[in-house]
């Protein structure tokens, strides 16, 4: 597998100020790949130690999905620290790859990789209205960020609906494009579920709005063909649990790099997410579609 080189992050200081510092604990908790969503483990892979192929091996298969190999323009919607945008170009013959983010932080890291033939805008799927079409698209565990939590229940389909119409208008015809999200499952709720949630409120998720996968597949309708569904719960806990024994084996630098509480967040979040995995409230889906 070719292992595209990480950038390195100097910087100390605190978190929420300044990019190189977000840069810093990021490729700390999450490894040099800095990929933020789950990875693809083989039977008897050791977790932490592989993460870095598994999520390689994840975006790769992504890649092979969307049949994005040396396609000329592909886009990825949150794009993160462009992990994705550098292995398109670099590794799989793409020659130009996009990524959307409402992040400084991620563009000026991804600007930081001077690689000419991928480029971060800080802009919202919205905004986004390319001149040429996109040959794929990808959106890995951004949607979760589509639907603002404060949007009033009549408006969420048309939100959801407004998202894949922008998508599918960005898209030649029968250009496909793979997503990752997380979906709601179907565990009762308790007062522990109940407290849990409140406490992942403080988390990335905290502003976003989890879909159930029915809404979902009625706003693809007349967009998208639905090649693929496929239940990747487990591979979103297993990440979980690589970023909580880096976090764990490397928790004075964090504390350094974040603080004391940020990181006891970080470590409550990831226990909260693993459980909500293991008891099926959360999945992670990975849906493959065909732009009609
Ligand atoms: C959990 S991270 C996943 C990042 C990356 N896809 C990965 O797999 O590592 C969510 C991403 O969504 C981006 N995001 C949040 N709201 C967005 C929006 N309205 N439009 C585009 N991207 C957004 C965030 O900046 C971040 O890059």
Redesign the pocket.
Same mark, same amino acid.
């Given at each position: 597998m070719t292992t595209v080189p990480g950038r390195s992050v100097p910087g100390l200081g605190t978190l929420r100020h300044h990019h190189e510092e977000s840069a810093a604990f990021h490729r700390l908790l !999450?490894g040099p790949t800095? =990929? $933020? #969503?789950g990875g693809y483990w083989e039977d008897g892979e050791r977790l932490t130690e592989t993460l870095d192929e598994a999520q390689e091996r994840k975006l790769d298969r992504f890649v092979e999905l969307a049949g994005a190999a040396g396609a000329r323009r592909v886009l990825? =919607? @949150? $794009? @993160?620290?462009g %992990? !994705?945008l550098n292995r398109l170009t670099i590794v799989h013959g793409v020659e130009q790859a996009v990524g959307? %983010?409402? #992040?400084r932080a991620?563009e000026q890291f991804i600007a930081g990789y001077a690689n000419p033939r991928i480029s971060a805008r800080v802009?919202?799927?919205?905004e986004h209205r390319p001149r040429d079409p996109y040959d794929a698209a990808?959106?890995?565990?951004?949607l979760? /960020? =589509?639907v603002p939590c404060a949007t009033p229940p009549h408006e969420r389909a048309e939100r959801y609906r407004a998202f894949f119409t922008a998508v599918a208008g960005a898209l030649r015809p029968d250009a496909r494009f793979v997503l /990752?999200t997380l979906t709601v499952g179907a565990r009762p709720v308790d007062g522990r579920l109940l407290d849990e949630l409140r406490l992942l409120r403080c988390s @990335?998720l905290g502003h976003?709005r989890i879909p159930h996968l029915h809404e979902l597949a009625r706003a693809t309708e007349g967009l998208f063909e639905v090649i693929e569904i496929v239940d990747e719960r487990e591979a979103f806990a297993m990440a979980c649990r690589a970023w909580s024994e880096r976090l764990a084996r490397c928790r004075d630098v964090a504390v350094v790099l974040a603080d004391e509480e940020a990181v006891a967040r970080v470590e409550r979040c990831l226990g909260i997410l693993v459980s909500a995995f293991e008891d099926k409230f959360f999945s992670n889906v990975r849906v493959t579609l065909a732009r009609l």
């Open positions: !999450l800095m =990929v $933020c #969503s990825d =919607v @949150g $794009c @993160g620290w %992990t !994705l959307l %983010t409402p #992040s991620e802009e919202s799927w919205e990808f959106c890995i565990n951004a979760e /960020h =589509v /990752h @990335g976003g």
